[in-house]
């Protein structure tokens, strides 16, 4: 028994116990992917059979009610034999074997998510590359179905690298291109209960009250480093909206909030921000700075004379609150009660 250990014998049992609960679950894990891959193998090829079997075959309308009457007779424990998710197999099978090159190229990353993802993604996706993009986002991620969900009916695919930036001729060409990918427009901040009249200050408060749907909304890589960040130049001090850290990048991020229209000199005090902390926070081995400005609207020529000039990599999009969603996604988004019980599982659907 344990409490016949000495001290000693105690700690290399409890430091063994660790590591054997932590090779059992990658053991759950691997085993929970194989099973996945197997099953979608299946679908796939069950998909291809249907297709290929309504086609050579005069079978009536009922084929696909008596296909999932016998298959559930014979595998009662079986969940995925009814006759609305054997339309779904076919239909999946179908669009993807629609563009032999997509499917080629996304065969791997088909397989390596749940079915349940692949319904929704089917359900609400208008194209082949849209579909595409979210199965390996979901992949790279790890996104739980309501996540999934949120992520494109906010429109995600369509927001994802549309922010104005200069980042073409103010970082090299890899960094530019992935800093770019980072930026969203407009980003959308439906998680906050906010008037139409609230300062910076609350806009401010209420992305860190709820830090953890903005680093969502933000995008993976982003690490929290602080909210009004003192900063001294000279005899004056500075404060940053907000401060992250972005993990693929290797840089600081600076987040200015502003509740009004862009404005020029907006850039050029961003511009500053950029400059004191490449000097006094900026590391040896860390990339420089980018800044990320976000506005209530904007011009895009104004934007684009106010950043061509800038030294700093800027980019600058716009937000929108919940009430300021187009119409059509009112009242579709999951609620916070939702996303905090999905975010908590993420990658164990």
């Known amino acids: 028994m344990l409490n016949d250990l ?73 969940k995925g034999f009814s006759k609305r998710n054997l339309e779904q197999i076919r239909r999946w099978h179908q669009f993807w074997s629609q563009h032999p090159a997509i499917a080629k190229q996304a065969a791997s990353q088909l397989f390596a998510i749940p079915w349940w993802h692949h319904v929704v993604i089917l359900s609400k996706c208008q194209s082949h590359a849209e579909a595409l993009y979210y199965v390996q986002q979901t992949q790279a991620h790890g996104w739980s179905r309501v996540v999934l969900t949120h992520q494109i009916e906010s429109g995600l695919w369509q927001r994802e690298g549309q922010a104005l930036t200069n980042f073409a001729h103010t970082l090299p060409a890899p960094q530019s291109e992935l800093a770019r990918q980072m930026l969203k427009d407009p980003y959308v901040f439906d998680f906050l209960s906010l008037t139409p009249e609230h300062t910076e200050r609350e806009l401010e408060k209420a992305l860190i009250d709820h830090i953890t749907h903005f680093l969502l909304e933000l995008g993976a890589g982003f690490a929290y480093m602080g909210r009004q960040v003192a900063l001294q130049v000279g ?32 850039a050029g005090k961003l511009n500053f921000y950029l400059k004191a902390v490449d000097e006094q926070l900026r590391g040896e081995h860390d990339a420089p700075t980018i800044g990320l400005l976000l506005c209530k609207s904007k011009d895009k020529l104004v934007a684009e004379y106010a950043l061509s000039d800038m030294s700093k990599p800027l980019g600058l999009a716009t937000y929108q609150l919940s009430n300021t969603l187009p119409d059509e996604l009112q009242g579709q988004l999951p609620s916070i009660e939702e996303l905090e019980a999905e975010l908590k599982g993420v990658g164990n659907d």
């Open 235 to 266: 005899e004056r001090e500075f404060f940053l909206d907000l401060l992250f850290y972005h993990a693929r990048l290797h840089c600081y991020v600076v987040v200015e909030l502003k509740t009004v229209d862009f404005e020029p000199e907006f």
């Open 6 to 78: 000495n001290t000693g014998s105690a700690s290399d049992y409890h430091q063994w116990l660790r590591g054997l609960k932590t090779r059992f679950v990658q053991v759950q894990l691997k085993a929970a992917v194989a099973v996945n891959t197997e099953l979608l193998q299946f679908y796939w090829e069950l998909g291809a059979d249907i297709l290929a079997q309504q086609a050579s075959q005069r079978w009536g309308s009922g084929f696909l009610e008596n296909l999932s009457r016998d298959l559930m007779q014979e595998f009662p424990d079986m």
